[in-house]
C-alpha cells in the first residue's frame, strides 16, 4: 500500500523558492553570531556556498555533484586545520559546523532534506551558548526558533499565503512556552560534565591571574566586566573595608610576583569580631578555584576550603556561574602565630635586583625602631615621594622596583604594592602581595553590590609580631582617593578612562545599573539554575529531598495536564457549533415547541412556509427568519452582522 | 502484515477505526478516530532533542536547557496541532456520474472545516485504488476532491474506504483517519462496437421498417433539433445557408427498433451480451432511432434521448445485480 508516491512524505516535495528562502533566512539568523568570530575568510566561503544554492534555483540548474560537495568541505576543513592546527577544539568545531550548514543547504534538494537543514540550525543555536548565555542571546534565540519554525510550517503547507504560516509558527511556540517552562523547571537537573570537555572550552575568561608583572592589573582595570556581584544580607561595609581577598603571591623574582598552591590548613572561624558581614555572591566565571570573599572570612561555603594563607578555594575551577554565602568579620582578634618556614618565604628576595630599593630598606632599618616604624616610614616615603597614580605606567625593565621608585614614579596599583612589599622584605619585615578586588558599588535599582574587573587590586600584607598578618594598602596610602572615591578619582584629569568610570555620563551609568539588575536576576533565577538552585525551589514548594524520581513524577504529571488542557482547547475551539447553526436550532426548538417539527428531510424554504401557515400570527418573522437563514447559510451574506441580525431575531421570536 | 490482518477481519478493522461502513450522509471525523504516530521526520527530530540535551547537561548550559525544553514543548504542541488538522472535518460525497466499465469513476467528496481554521495540506487518498489528492480546507469552508477509482466490473461500485492524512503543521506526525462514506458510482457494462441488429420478427411485423440508419431513403431536409445527430446535419446545405438543417430519411421519425437479450446467439455468455446490447444502445441513440430495450425481467419501450439512453444502460449495467 506504501509502494506508491506519497504525495506528503518530504522525500517526494522538493524545495522550493519560497522554502529555500525561509530556509536560509532562518539559518542566516543563526548563524550571525558565529560570522562575527569566524575568519573572515570562511564567512565569506560560507556566504559563497548559501549564494551557490539560490543560483542553482533561480536558474533552474542542478545542484551540484555529490564529489564537489565534498571537495569545498575539504578545502573549508583545511582552512580551518590552517588557523587552528586542530579540528577538534571548541571553535574549529563550532567553525565547521556553521560551515557544514552551508554544504547541507548546498545538497538540500527536497523538504526531508531542508529539514534536516533546519535541525542544524539548532545546534548553531545551541554552541552559540558556549561563548554567550546574555538575555539579548535569549532573544536571539527565540527569533531563531521562529524562524526555523516558520520555515517548517511552510514545508507542510507549501501553498498556504505567508502570514497564515508565520501566525501557525507563532501559536505553535505560544503553546509551547507552557511545557517549555515547565520542564525546565520540573525536569531533573544533573551536574555536568558528563565527560571531558576541549582544551580550549574555558578559554577568553577575563580575571586576575596568578602572576602580577608590572602594567598586568592596569590592562585589567580597563575591562568593565563584572567579576562577582555581593548581596548582603543587611548593610554593606563602608567604601574603605571593601577589600575582597584573592590570590596571596609570595615568589618574587625582581619583576613578576607569583604563586604556588600551598596546602590548606583545618579553618578556624576568627575570635571576638567587631562586626559581622553576611552575605551572597555571585561569581563569574574565570576559570580558577579562586572564590572571593569579604577580608576577613568567618566561614567556609560547603565544598571549599581555605589555604594556608587566607584564601578561600573552591574544589575545581570556576566554570560557570556560582553563587555561594559568606560571612566575613571585621576587627577580629589577631592570630599572632606565623610557622618559621613561612615567615621565612614572606623575607625572600632575589640576589642582585632592585639594588637601590635594598639600599634604602636597609638605611631604614639600621635607623633603628619596631617593624611597625618601619612600615610608617615606607608609607610616608610614597606618600611624600610625589608618585603618580596612572593607567598608563612607562614600561620598565629588569630592576622594575627601583625604576618605579625612584625613576618614573609612576604606576598602577601592582607597582605600588610591589615597590612596598620588596622594601618590608629588605628591610627584615615579613610581607605578602594580596591580590583582589577593592570597591564594589552599589546597584541603586536592586541594592546588591557589583565588583568589576576595574576594581582589581593588590595591596600588601605585613606580619606584625603580637597582630598578626596587617594589611597595609601602599596605593591607598599615596592615593587616598583611589580607595575612597575609586579608580575614576584617582586618575589625573588628563587620562582616558574606560566610558562607564566617567563622571558626565551619569544617565548611561543609571541605565547601566536598571541593565544589571535585570541581567543578576537572570543570572540566578536562569542562568543559575541548577541542581542546588531546583532543590531550593522545591523545598520552598514543600517538596523535601526531591530527588529525579519525584521531579519526574511531578514533571509528567504537569505535562499530561497541559497536552490534556491543549487538547481539550482544541477540541472546544472545533466543537464550538457554528452561530448561524446555533440560532437556526434555537428557531426550530421554538417552533417544535408550538408543533411544528421539522422532518429531516425538510429545507429550512418548505419547513419555514409551513410553519408560518400552521401558525398565521407569526407569519412575518418566521418568514423572516427563514429568508435571512437561507441567505446567511447559503447565499453571499455570511457577514458578521447578518448572523447577528439573525440572532436577535430569533431570540425575540414569540410565538403565540 | 496488519493491513492483511485488518481485511480478514472487518470487524475488528471497525472497531478500531471507529465506523462501520458504509457511512451515510456527512461523516464527522471525531477525535476517537484521528490517529497520529510521529513521521520520520519526528524521530530525526527526537535525535536532535536528545543530542540538544546531552550537551546542555555537558557543557552545563543554561539556555541550551531551555532551547531543549522549547523545542519539546513545540513537539508537544506539533502533535496537537497535527491531529487538530483533521479532527471534527466533515466530508460528505457528491454525486458521481456513471461511467462505462474501464473508464475511471470520478468520486467527489467535500470535506469541510466547520471551526473556525483552516486545514491545509491535507491528504486523501483512495485506498483500493491509490488514487490521492493534496488540498487545503478553507476556514469555515468547503474543498472538493475528486477520487478517479478505475471501474472494471459493471454494476455499482461503491467508493471503499478513504483516509485522509496530515503532516502539518511541521512534519514531524503523521495524523490520519479513515472513513468510508456512503458513495457509489454506476458502471454501465463495456460497449462493445457492432452492427445494430436486423430487425427481429415481431419488428417485421411492421413495427420496423428501417433496418439500419444511412442506408435509408433520403427524403428532404428539415430544421436542426438539438438531439440530432451530427451526421444527420446536411453540412453542404448549412454552408450556403445560415441555417442548421438536419437530412430527414423516410421512415426515420416512425423507426423503432427492439434490442433484445433474446435475440443474441445462445452461445455467447452473459456479459458478452450486455456488452453488446449496450453497444447497440448507444449505436442506436447516436443514430438517432427509437429504441427499446428487452432484458430478462425487464423491458423499457421504445424511445429516444439522454435520458431513456440513461434508462436503459442502467438496465443494462444492474441486470442480475443483487442489490439494485
Known sequence: ?656 | MIGALLERNPKFANWLYGFTPPERGTVLLVHRRVYIVPAQLGWFFVLTLFILLIGSINYALSLGFALTFLLGGLALAGMVHTARNLARMAVSAGRAEPVFAGETAQFRLYLEARAGFDRPSILVRHVRSGAQMVLDVPAAGLAEVVLGVPAERRGWLPLGRVMLETRFPLGIFRAWSYLEPDARCLVYPRPERSALPAPSAESAKGTLRSPTPGNDDYAGLRAYQLSDSPRHVAWKAVARSEDMLTKQFTGEAAAELWLEWALLPAALDAETRLSRLTGWVLEAERSGVHYGLRLPGAEIAPARGEAHRAACLQALALHGVADA
Open chain 1, 1 to 656: 500500500m506504501n509502494a506508491q508516491a506519497h504525495p506528503l512524505s518530504p522525500e517526494m516535495r522538493l524545495l522550493s523558492l519560497r522554502d529555500l528562502s525561509w530556509l536560509s533566512l532562518a539559518l542566516g539568523i543563526v548563524i550571525v553570531p558565529h560570522a562575527m568570530r569566524a575568519p573572515w575568510w570562511l564567512t565569506l566561503l560560507t556566504l559563497c556556498v548559501y549564494g551557490w544554492r539560490f543560483y542553482c534555483t533561480l536558474n533552474r540548474t542542478p545542484l551540484p555533484a555529490r564529489w564537489l560537495a565534498i571537495g569545498i568541505a575539504f578545502v573549508g576543513m583545511l582552512g580551518v586545520w590552517v588557523e587552528f592546527r586542530t579540528l577538534f577544539g571548541r571553535q574549529p568545531g563550532v567553525l565547521l559546523l556553521m560551515f557544514f550548514s552551508g554544504l547541507k543547504l548546498l545538497e538540500s534538494r527536497t523538504h526531508r532534506d531542508g529539514a534536516i537543514a533546519a535541525f542544524l540550525g539548532y545546534f548553531l543555536i545551541i554552541t552559540n551558548f558556549l561563548y554567550t548565555q546574555s538575555i539579548p542571546t535569549a532573544l536571539a534565540m527565540c527569533v531563531g526558533v521562529f524562524a526555523i519554525t516558520a520555515t517548517l510550517v511552510g514545508f507542510s503547507a507549501p501553498a498556504r499565503p505567508l502570514a497564515a504560516n508565520l501566525r501557525t509558527a507563532g501559536l505553535l511556540l505560544g503553546h509551547a512556552a507552557p511545557a517549555a517552562i515547565l520542564l525546565f523547571v520540573l525536569f531533573p537537573r544533573v551536574q555536568g560534565p558528563l565527560w571531558g570537555l576541549p582544551q580550549d572550552a574555558y578559554s577568553g575568561m577575563t580575571g586576575l591571574s596568578e602572576t602580577m608583572t608590572p602594567g598586568a592589573l592596569s590592562q585589567l582595570a580597563l575591562s568593565d566586566a563584572i567579576a562577582f556581584r555581593a548581596s548582603f544580607e543587611r548593610d554593606p561595609p563602608p567604601v574603605q573595608d571593601r577589600y575582597w581577598r584573592g590570590p596571596v603571591l609570595w615568589d618574587f623574582d625582581g619583576r613578576t610576583w607569583t604563586t604556588s598552591s600551598g596546602h590548606s590548613v583545618r579553618f578556624e572561624a576568627p575570635e571576638r569580631p567587631r562586626l559581622t558581614y553576611r552575605y551572597s555572591i555571585v561569581l563569574e566565571p574565570h576559570n580558577r578555584a579562586w572564590l572571593f570573599a569579604l577580608e576577613q572570612a568567618a566561614a567556609v561555603p560547603p565544598g571549599a576550603r581555605m589555604s594556608f594563607d587566607g584564601q578561600v578555594l573552591a574544589t575545581a575551577p570556576v566554570r560557570s556561574r556560582v553563587r555561594y554565602d559568606m560571612v566575613s568579620v571585621t576587627g577580629a582578634a589577631p592570630q599572632a602565630a606565623e610557622s618559621r618556614s613561612v615567615l621565612g618565604r614572606a623575607l625572600r628576595l632575589p640576589a642582585g635586583a632592585n639594588p637601590r630599593t635594598l639600599a634604602l630598606a636597609q638605611e631604614w632599618r639600621a635607623a633603628g625602631g619596631s617593624d611597625a616604624d618601619i612600615v610608617a616610614r615606607a608609607l610616608a616615603y610614597l606618600r611624600n615621594g610625589r608618585y603618580t597614580y596612572t593607567l598608563e605606567p612607562p614600561l620598565l625593565g629588569a630592576h622594575s622596583v627601583d625604576e618605579f621608585l625612584f625613576d618614573t614614579k609612576a604606576g598602577f596599583c601592582e607597582h605600588f604594592s610591589s615597590s612596598f612589599t620588596v622594601l618590608m622584605r629588605a628591610a627584615g619585615v615579613p610581607a605578602r602581595v594580596v591580590t583582589g578586588y577593592q570597591g564594589g558599588d552599589i546597584n541603586p535599582v536592586d541594592q546588591i553590590m557589583t565588583v568589576r574587573q576595574s576594581d582589581a587590586h593588590a595591596w600588601t600584607e605585613v606580619f606584625l609580631s603580637g597582630r598578626g598578618w596587617v594589611r597595609i594598602d601602599p596605593t591607598a596610602a599615596s592615593m587616598p582617593r583611589r580607595v575612597m572615591d575609586g579608580l575614576a578619582a584617582a586618575l589625573p584629569q588628563t587620562q582616558a578612562l574606560p566610558l562607564f568610570l566617567r563622571r558626565e555620563l551619569e544617565w548611561l551609568r543609571s541605565a547601566r545599573a536598571h541593565w544589571e539588575a535585570v541581567a543578576h536576576k537572570w543570572n540566578i533565577w536562569v542562568l543559575g539554575y541548577g541542581p542546588e538552585r531546583q532543590r531550593d525551589l522545591m523545598l520552598s514548594f514543600g517538596m523535601r529531598d526531591a530527588d529525579w524520581h519525584k521531579l519526574t513524577a511531578v514533571l509528567f504529571t504537569f505535562l499530561g495536564l497541559m497536552t490534556a488542557v491543549l487538547l481539550a482547547w482544541s477540541l472546544k475551539r472545533l466543537a464550538r457549533p457554528d452561530p448561524v447553526q446555533k440560532a437556526w436550532q434555537l428557531f426550530c426548538d421554538k417552533l417544535a415547541a408550538r408543533g411544528v417539527v421539522r422532518s429531516v428531510h425538510e429545507g429550512p424554504r418548505d419547513y419555514t412556509s409551513r410553519a408560518a401557515r400552521s401558525l398565521p400570527a407569526s407569519r412575518r418573522p418566521i418568514l423572516r427568519i427563514g429568508a435571512l437563514y437561507i441567505a446567511v447559510r447559503y447565499g453571499e451574506r455570511n457577514t458578521p452582522p447578518a448572523t447577528a441580525r439573525l440572532r436577535r431575531l430569533v431570540r425575540a421570536l414569540r410565538l403565540a
